[in-house]
DNA sequence: CTGAAAGCGCTTACAG
DNA sequence: CTGAAAGCGCTTACAG
């Protein structure tokens, strides 16, 4: 391996003024080029444990993820990672598996990694996460989620929501059930729900009700045959399109058409939903520009440049085949 | 923050005796306990970039998939992540979006980085490959792919494909089309392709035709319509489950009930595939148990333990909708 | 079993 | 603009 002492002696001049290349100090022209023409002779590359052990400091940042296997966080984390590679910056993924104890050890394990910051795929906020994030002394991005004491891009949830229900509502549909989720999750238990119940009080006369459930297809697909029991909506509106392909899956097994006898929509905007059959209607998030604007924000607060504290990401919603034109 | 140094102080003893204690090496009972409590009061972990530096050896296994957004992909990281992670291990993702000149650059950038070793999700392997493994002199595991020079995780591709040809034959189906995968992908492509044509080898009098997309499933939905009105088969056995999917939607739009008119099988058990309506019939591979494999192989070839050099992951024909009982 | 010393490959004041 | 020196926090022979 060659280091930063083999190149000083072949280029003829000190370590420190090899250093001060690298790092963009002051040189003269003629040694520049010395040094420029040994390091492309010799293939060097500076150690980066040696770098960051004196430097204190590191181009590392650690991304915590909920899960692997979700579209969501794949495409975040392909947005988050181009960004980074331009920049020369690496990326660390941290994986917690749905479990909040071992999202509060990464934050803790990123730290002793001496990243520069940390990204974190948030779903909910809870005070090991304040006690975590206020010990390691980071620079902290949320996505997906917002917080008074943090930097975030989000979603919007609540405009997306709103333009979804106009939407249904614009269809005719007049009876209707929201299935969504916990509202430990603010952005989206709390913030669809709500841009959703905006747009429902602005049309009097539609009869609403609202269902929960879990992230898991499977829990959606065991509580859609209660909800149609229970209130037979002509629409139910899921909280995220897992939940919307489990309810298609539940009417499929109850011999239902959809959308002529139940419609359905969603929100996330997963590629599968474009596949199935029938297409499902969904708010579409654009999950790898938001990992994008992760990314360049996290870099500017590490360099400690200002920045918005919440940044919006787009939505847009698409109108496929899972809803009923009523009218 | 707290160094070796401070330890040594504390206890009253020399760095050396402390760094002798960490790594295991012969310590008396007293100086162990002394050095042990130091440690639990002062909270200290030994700076890794230190270590590093001077031990030259990480403990970080480098991990280069070909994309992040896909099933397979998913589950196999978390199954590496899960081993890696009891053993103290540190997992990076090198991610090459499908691009084989960036998965050769992410060989050379985790060299540099000092990885302990590299586990590549496979798709190809090319005299890059060879090249850039036999310069950066690390141990290397493959998924998914076997290779003459390397160690390799794979999934039985060729039996998982004789035992779903089997299958479908002693479902009555003789008017076969194989919708593939170029043969670069020797697993995907070959392996696969083979498996089935033994099958369909030892029944005489069935018809087979074999056609070729990529791995997209806008691809598939636009070939499967070609295949239909130039063959129309029974059934199209699909190479993987999102070629399936392909074929699924294509039906769709062309009003064929699945599996009435047209049956469908996949390869990979994808969560979605047991979604859809019809749920698919398919190979189901263990991507998370393979990961488990390659990482506990990874590490075993770190210790310079001896291990097969090819280990097989298992699979198993999961019996579902799409193929029709034709006697 | 224990300690003093050297050194891994860098960066950073400091002096010239 | 350039160089000599100190030191980051460890590990590893070596000597006792």
Do not use: W
């Not at 910051?117 to 390691?136: N, Q």
């Not at 002394?137 to 008074?148: I, K, R, S, T, Y």
């Not at 029991?229 to 939940?243: G, L, R, S, Y």
């Amino acid at each position: 391996m060659v280091t930063i002492s083999d190149i000083a002696k072949i280029a003829g001049v000190a370590k420190s003024t090899v250093s001060r290349y690298l790092n963009g100090g002051s040189i003269s022209e003629t040694t520049k080029k010395k040094i420029e023409n040994v390091i492309a002779a010799t293939g060097y590359s500076p150690n980066k444990f040696a770098q960051s052990l004196k430097a204190k400091r590191t181009n590392i940042i650690g991304t915590i993820v909920p899960r692997l296997d979700s579209f969501a966080t794949s495409q975040t984390l392909i947005g988050i990672d181009d960004h980074l590679r331009e920049l020369d910056c690496q990326m660390v993924i941290s994986n917690s598996s749905q479990d909040l104890k071992r999202e509060i050890e990464n934050i803790y394990s990123l730290a002793k990694q001496k990243v520069a910051g940390i990204i974190l795929l948030a779903t909910e906020i809870t005070t090991e996460h304040l006690e975590a994030f206020r010990t390691v002394q980071l620079p902290v991005m949320l996505v997906g989620q917002q917080h008074d004491q943090f930097h975030s891009v989000i979603h919007n949830d609540y405009d997306a929501a709103y333009e979804l229900g106009k939407y249904i509502l614009a269809n005719g549909h007049r009876k209707i059930a929201y299935l969504g989720v916990t509202e430990k999750d603010v952005a989206v238990g709390i913030k669809r729900k709500e841009g959703f119940r905006k747009a429902v009080e602005e049309v009097p006369g539609s009869k609403v009700r609202y269902f929960e459930t879990s992230f898991k297809i499977e829990h959606s697909i065991q509580k859609v045959p209660e909800i149609l029991e229970e209130f037979n909506p002509t629409i139910i509106v899921c909280a995220t399109d897992n939940i919307a392909l489990g309810a298609l899956k539940a009417a499929h097994m109850n011999r239902l058409r959809v959308p002529d006898d139940l419609s359905i929509t969603g929100f996330g905007g997963y590629e599968i939903t474009e596949i199935t059959h029938p297409s499902i209607t969904t708010a579409k998030f654009y999950y790898r520009e938001a990992g994008n604007l992760a990314a360049r924000n996290m870099v500017k607060l590490v360099n400690e440049e200002e920045i918005n504290q919440i940044t919006f990401s787009r939505y847009k919603i698409l109108e496929r085949e899972s809803v009923d034109k009523l009218k």
